[in-house]
């Protein structure tokens, strides 16, 4: 888990700005995640990536966009068409062909 | 489609007392099931999984057990301690997708009363 790192630990943002949280790993993990959590509510997956320069759409993708252009990093920005974009927002690794999943210390981001 | 239902969504229980949550999945080519932890404020960390050519790991007080005819998957914890409490999160992965992908239930909020 120390190996993932994710920038700033709390974030504010007005309302019709984008904004791009970091997520940066050292583990050498192929795969990534972000997750979105709401209070009360399980992880629900927003983007992934197995690879550098392919990710796929999780479950809650609309409002959001992720690039991947190196196998360290996997940025996601928050647009402005996300339209309750206030949540914890997780990123998690996992290595090639496994199952297990770690994750980082999370950005919490309230938009106002 | 891929869902995990988790119950309870509060568990609340006394010192010393056993706690059990229990999951059920949809996919019956399900094969790894994990267990995380997750303390206020802070990120799920997994304390237990089993996948699915097994019924039953144990690991100190902490235990997982899986029937697969059933699709569903248990958590217990003996001999409950208050820094027991967090929100449980259960996981499984569908393997109909790509490797790694997890779908989690809800959460169970457990409380230990010293």
């Known amino acids: 888990d120390g190996g993932i790192t994710q920038s700033p630990k709390y974030l504010f943002r007005k309302e019709g700005q984008n904004v791009t949280l970091s997520c940066e790993q050292n583990l050498n993990h192929d795969a990534m995640y972000w997750y979105r959590q709401d209070p009360g509510q399980g992880l629900r997956l927003i983007y992934y990536?197995?690879?550098?320069?392919?990710?796929q759409k999780g479950d809650i993708a609309e409002g959001y966009s992720v690039s991947r252009e190196k196998k360290e990093s996997f940025p996601l920005t928050v647009t402005s068409a996300q339209k309750n974009p206030t949540a914890f927002y997780l990123c998690a690794t996992s290595d090639r062909g496994l199952d297990e999943q770690y994750f980082g210390p999370g950005t919490r981001l309230t938009v106002t | 489609g891929e869902n995990v239902e988790q119950h309870p969504s509060t568990l609340s229980v006394q010192e010393g007392d056993s706690a059990v949550i229990k999951c059920t999945y949809s996919?019956?080519?399900?094969?790894?099931f994990p267990w995380y932890k997750q303390e206020l404020g802070k990120r799920p960390q997994l304390i237990i999984d089993?996948?699915?050519?097994?019924g039953e790991k144990k690991d100190q007080r902490i235990a997982v057990t899986l029937n697969k005819t059933a699709k569903h998957f248990s958590l217990h914890i003996t001999e409950t301690q208050p820094e027991d409490s967090a929100v449980y999160f259960c996981a499984a992965n569908f393997r109909g997708t790509s490797y790694g992908k997890l779908t989690f239930g809800q959460g169970t909020i457990l409380t230990v009363h010293p």
């Open positions: 990536s197995q690879i550098v320069n392919d990710f």
């Open positions: 996919d019956s080519a399900s094969n790894y």
């Open positions: 089993i996948r699915s050519n097994v």
